[in-house]
């Protein structure tokens, strides 16, 4: 259970074969001039400038996962050294850890030490279940609230304001995305979906407050919900800080039962 609820979890993109959601992406026009306008071209400028420029990061996360009737309370610890790695590890009841997980631009690993079992892939592993532009990046940006860059540089992209809110919406490489990002200029919500297909994965973040200077959402809420199955984790940050030295052990003995 474990593997499948960290990969589906934190990795959420991967489930995009495998479930169906009842909520589209409203499309830009395919009338939308093949030049980004000068205003549109700004203001993605600004949103970008207002990402997280950081080096590590490290966070602890009271989590409720709910994988259909299924529900369990955790921790999430999660560091992330900048384009290089992700490392996440779960604690359960009584301080037992019973998933660890790396991810880096070349692989994904997995161990559920519940079941002793252990899985390594190379990152390409997960075009298996989705489209080719996501990527390390995409994730990392995911989990740090940030607008992806690599979504954003398309011609097919349109930003549109209201009074309190900026929304963005584009495609890129056959994946259609939507922010609605907030008048400090960070998100508050992301939904990424396949074009021409039903599945999705969608981000909120709240709770903003700065920490060490960065302007980081203490909660975090990733849903997929779909006619076959449901995932939802909610993440309430307790700690988080910047720029640290960040340790991501991840060893496995022999004991370890590799799933291929």
Avoid at 99 to 110: E, G, N
Avoid at 133 to 159: H, K, P
Avoid at 234 to 260: A, D, H, T, W
Wanted: hydrophobic share 40%; aromatic share 10%; glycine share 4%.
């Amino acid at each position: 259970m474990w593997s499948r609820v960290i990969l589906l979890m934190m990795v959420g993109v991967l489930v995009f074969a495998s479930c169906k959601t009842k909520r589209k992406i409203a499309m830009p026009s395919t009338d939308v001039p093949t030049e980004i306008s000068a205003a549109n071209a700004a203001s993605i400028k600004t949103f970008e400038m207002n990402n997280l420029d950081f080096h590590t990061f490290s966070g602890r996360a009271k989590t409720k996962i709910e994988m259909g009737r299924n529900v369990q309370d955790v921790t999430l610890n999660v560091r992330i050294e900048r384009n290089k790695a992700i490392w996440l590890s779960v604690t359960a009841i009584l301080g037992v850890e019973v998933a660890r997980v790396l991810i880096t631009p070349d692989s994904v690993k997995i161990l559920n030490k519940l079941q002793g079992e252990y899985i390594a892939k190379p990152f390409t592993y997960i075009y298996n279940y989705t489209n080719h532009g996501i990527t390390f990046a995409t994730l990392q940006d995911l989990l740090m609230a940030n607008v992806s860059s690599s979504l954003l540089r398309t011609d097919n992209v349109q930003v549109a304001s209201a009074t309190d809110e900026f929304i963005v919406v584009g495609i890129k490489e056959q994946l259609s995305y939507q922010y609605r990002i907030n008048q400090e200029n960070r998100p508050f919500n992301f939904i990424l979906q396949e074009v021409g297909g039903t599945n999705n994965l969608e981000a909120f973040y709240g709770n903003y407050a700065k920490t060490d200077g960065y302007n980081f959402p203490q909660n975090i809420a990733l849903n997929i919900v779909g006619e076959d199955m449901s995932l939802k984790a909610q993440l309430g940050y307790n700690r988080v800080s910047f720029n640290e030295n960040v340790e991501m052990p991840f060893s496995v003995s022999s004991r370890y039962k590799v799933i291929n």
